[in-house]
């Protein structure tokens, strides 16, 4: 039998800082000798595919997938006609764990960061998956608290828990 790849999504109000943890979080699971996978959520149409180019071209003549590939990197192009995280966890093989930022309303463990500054509540509050809260307010979450800058705790409490 094949094991799944652990997802985590961090989610949290725009602006509370969802990418700089994530940014700290990486090199911390890195270090231990993970190897992570991310993904981003976007409300927005995006397109790395600029108008003219070859690849471009070749989607206009009906490529389904169009792969760009260096010596040192790859993209690839393809319609997505799915946006849950069950229908993106293919492109993840060979990792240990996935990390995602957003994706608030998947059905899979989160990690919410709340900060006081923001004056905002938290989007979680009840929701089932949510497994920690990166705070520094009192969230009134009932779930394992770490400080924003409890990287090291907060990737114990990742490796104890899914790795």
Same mark, same amino acid.
């Given at each position: ?6 997802i985590?999504c ?10 700089? $943890?994530?940014?700290?979080l990486?090199?911390?699971l890195?270090k !231990?000798?993970? !190897?992570i ?5 976007? +409300? ?5 595919? @600029? @108008?003219?180019?070859?690849s471009w071209?070749? !989607?206009k ?5 169009? *792969? ?11 319609d #997505?006609? %799915?946006?849950?995280?069950? %229908?993106?966890?293919?492109?993840? #093989?060979?990792v240990?764990? *996935?990390?995602?930022?957003?994706? #608030?309303k998947?059905n ?7 900060? @006081? ?5 938290? $989007? +979680? $509050?009840g929701d089932?998956?949510?497994?920690a809260?990166v ?17 090291d705790? $907060? ?6 828990k899914?790795?």
């Amino acid at each position: 039998m094949i094991k799944k790849t652990p997802i985590i999504c961090i989610v949290g109000k725009s602006e509370s800082g969802k990418t700089t $943890l994530i940014e700290k979080l990486i090199p911390e699971l890195k270090k !231990r000798g993970y !190897r992570i996978g991310s993904i981003k959520h976007t +409300c927005q149409a995006f397109d790395i595919d @600029k @108008k003219g180019k070859d690849s471009w071209r070749h !989607r206009k003549a009906g490529a389904d997938i169009v *792969v760009i590939a260096s010596t040192d990197k790859i993209a690839m192009i393809k319609d #997505n006609d %799915c946006e849950s995280l069950d %229908c993106l966890e293919k492109y993840f #093989n060979g990792v240990d764990l *996935v990390i995602a930022e957003g994706f #608030n309303k998947e059905n899979i463990p989160k990690i919410e960061i709340v900060r @006081k500054a923001s004056g905002k509540e938290p $989007l +979680c $509050l009840g929701d089932s998956k949510l497994i920690a809260v990166v705070t520094d307010a009192d969230t009134g979450h009932k779930v394992p608290r770490f400080d924003l800058e409890e990287i090291d705790k $907060l990737a114990d409490f990742i490796e104890n828990k899914y790795l």
